[in-house]
Structure formats: C-alpha cells, structure tokens
T-cell receptor, first 112, second 114 residues
Framework: EPEVTQTPSHQVTQMGQEVILRCVPI?????FYWYRQILGQKVEFLVS????????KSEIFDDQFSVERPDGSNFTLKIRSTKLEDSAMYFC??????????FGPGTRLTVL | GNSVTQMEGPVTLSEEAFLTINCTYT??????LFWYVQYPGEGLQLLLK?????DKGSNKGFEATYRKETTSFHLEKGSVQVSDSAVYFC?????????????FGAGTRLAVHP
C-alpha cells in the first residue's frame, strides 16, 4: 500500500540554524500539506501546495518558512532560522483531491 | 472561523466498555468530517470519515454519524480493546475544489485497561 514517508524521523538543531524537512508524498497525489503538532497540543495547519505553488498558508507560516517540490517526488519544508518555539512534530500529508489526506509518520524537530 | 471542539481527556476505560468521544464543530457550509487516530510514537491515521449530513462513517468497530442539526460527529465503539489506546482527533475539512485543509480538535487520549 502506498504511503507518505518523511525524513529524518528526528532532527536536533541549534537555534538560528536552517533545517530542511523532507517528505515523499504518494506518487499520484496532487495536493501537499504540512502540519505541525507542538507537544501535547493540537495539530495545526501550516501550508498547502498545489501545481507548484502555495494554495494557502496559516499565520504560523511566516517568512522563515518555505516549501518546495524540487524534483517531482520530494516535498520539502525549510525553516531558515529556527527558534525554540519551532520545536514540534511536523507532519507531511498528501491527497489526490478527494478530501482524504494521507499523513506521514512525522519528523520530530528539537531546537536547542 | 471554522473550529472543532472535542471532549477533554484522558478517557480511561476497562476492556470491553462502551466508548463515546464527543466532537462538535462550527463551520460555514458543509465540510467533510473525520476522525484520525494517533498511536503512541506514530503519525496520524485516518480512522473514518463522513462527507455529508446523516452519513455514518465506520471502521474497525468505530462509528460516527454526521449530525448537521446538532453540528456533531461523536465517535463510538461498543467494546474497546487495550489496542485502542491512542489519541483520537476529530477534524473537519475546509476548502474548495480538490484542496482541503484540515482543522483539528485538541485530541482526546484514550487509555484502555485490561
């Protein structure tokens, strides 16, 4: 069964450093998303991406964040200068456009 | 804006007990509704969904009915197992066309004891 994969599973970084979180969505999916979950809190929408551009972004997704689909298979989330409050679990999701989103296992980001 | 409210946890039950996790929503229009489950150390898995009023979603013994009149989508299971211990998230989809972002509730932790 096809699945969404994410790497790395855990990323530790120093405050102010850049991180790139990687996702490989399901191959025939067209819509891509990033969500985050701060420990013990609800899952929050960050950004959606379709046809090589951002469809919508939340207020969390400020200028420090960017997304890219560099090669037709990977979908990346970059945080330019990490802050302590960026520590969270980041989930990638994809869909074909039928409402149902398939989630990856997540990347736990720890900013020290 | 749209929102989802879930009952607070944790919910602690004995094996074979009946489970209800309440979920209500606020939305303009007619969103699709979902329950996702997060097992310890894992990501989110879709448990069930309903796309229109009076639809019943079901999977693995869990059920939820889309009630427009009460704006609710309560999750139920007749007999829980220890393996059902997880965090359950109610969500609605917001958007148009093929793109839909999900709005999640805060999650309800379920602990089932033998």
């Amino acid at each position: 069964e096809p699945e969404v994969t994410q790497t790395p599973s855990h990323q530790v970084t120093q405050m102010g450093q850049e991180v790139i979180l990687r996702c490989v969505p399901i191959s025939n999916h067209l819509y891509f998303y990033w969500y985050r979950q701060i420990l013990g809190q609800k899952v929050e929408f960050l950004v959606s991406f379709y046809n090589n551009e951002i469809s919508e972004k939340s207020e969390i997704f400020d200028d420090q964040f960017s997304v890219e689909r560099p090669d037709g298979s990977n979908f990346t989330l970059k945080i330019r200068s990490t802050k302590l409050e960026d520590s969270a679990m980041y989930f990638c999701a994809s869909s074909y456009g039928t409402n149902e989103q398939f989630f990856g296992p997540g990347t736990r980001l720890t900013v020290l | 804006g749209n929102s989802v409210t879930q009952m607070e946890g944790p919910v602690t039950l004995s094996e074979e007990a009946f489970l209800t996790i309440n979920c209500t929503y606020t939305a303009t229009g007619y969103p699709s509704l979902f329950w996702y489950v997060q097992y310890p150390g894992e990501g989110l898995q879709l448990l069930l969904k309903a796309t229109k009023a009076d639809d019943k979603g079901s999977n693995k013994g869990f059920e939820a009915t889309y009630r427009k009149e009460t704006t609710s989508f309560h999750l139920e299971k007749g007999s829980v197992q220890v393996s059902d211990s997880a965090v359950y998230f109610c969500a609605l989809s917001e958007g148009s066309g093929g793109y839909n972002k999900l709005i999640f509730g805060a999650g309800t932790r379920l602990a089932v004891h033998p």
